[in-house]
Nanobody, 119 residues
Framework: QVQLVESGGGLVQPGGSLRLSCAASGSIFSVHTMGWYRQAPGKQRETVAHITSGGGTNYADSVKGRFTISRDNAKNTVYLQMNSLKPEDTAVYYC?????????????WGQGTQVTVSS
């Protein structure tokens, strides 16, 4: 059984910073691409950023230059450093990982962590 556990969300003022973490655990053979998504109230879930196992990254235009995705392969953990936060960044943030495990190859999601940007 594979689990993704997120942490680091919270309430922050506009212009502030937060760092999200997402750790994968369980019967894992290999962790491939990892990513962060977000869903604001009344909106569809959208991609925030991806990072490959080799470290290649891709960002949504709305977060380029403000957010940085990184990973620690030894810990099966992905991070999202969020700077210069705006009220429109308010959403539930989810991590996703493509993992080869004892159950085979598949996509796994975290439970979500709330990020609220407000004064």
């Amino acid at each position: 059984q594979v689990q993704l556990v997120e942490s680091g969300g919270g309430l922050v003022q506009p212009g502030g910073s937060l760092r999200l973490s997402c750790a994968a655990s369980g019967s894992i053979f290999s962790v491939h691409t990892m990513g962060w998504y977000r869903q604001a109230p009344g909106k569809q879930r959208e991609t925030v950023a991806h990072i490959t196992s080799g470290g290649g990254t891709n960002y949504a235009d709305s977060v380029k230059g403000r957010f940085t995705i990184s990973r620690d392969n030894a810990k099966n953990t992905v991070y999202l450093q969020m700077n210069s936060l705006k009220p429109e960044d308010t959403a539930v943030y989810y991590c996703k990982a493509v993992i080869t495990s004892g159950s085979g190859y598949g996509n796994y999601w975290g439970q979500g962590t709330q990020v609220t940007v407000s004064s």
